[in-house]
């Protein structure tokens, strides 16, 4: 918090569901709202990731056909890819990003989406 602002404190109604109540930031002319929330217990991942829409390619082996997909966020640590579908894709593969090879393993996956940890 800025040393020059101030807190409001709003009681929310359904503090039970969304957690505590907002803490509103007030400096100058900007507001902010920020939920409280114990990220620790609810966020496992080790890295933060960054929003993306890339392209990228999953290989399979060296005889299949790349796999086009795009990188919806990505970090230091794993990505998340959507493709046309997951069927058919092994646990363990490689992505080929910006022009480099990285191993990968999935970490878990919709019909559409695969979650990935880099190696």
Not at 28 to 39: A, S
Not at 57 to 69: G, N, Q, R, Y
């Amino acid at each position: 918090m800025p040393p020059d602002a101030f807190v409001i404190m709003a009681n929310a109604p359904a503090a039970d569901i969304y957690g505590p109540a907002p803490e509103i930031y007030a400096t100058d002319i900007k507001i902010r709202w920020r939920w409280r929330r114990n990220l620790a217990v609810n966020e496992k991942r080790i890295a933060l990731r960054r929003r993306v829409l890339k392209t990228a390619f999953v290989i399979i082996s060296d005889k299949a056909p790349k796999i086009e997909c795009t990188i919806r966020n990505v970090s230091d640590t794993g990505a998340a890819l959507q493709v046309s579908t997951t069927i058919g894709i092994p646990q363990n593969f490689i992505v080929i990003m910006d022009g480099v090879r990285r191993h990968c393993r999935v970490q878990w996956r919709t019909d559409t989406k695969i979650g990935i940890m880099f190696e």
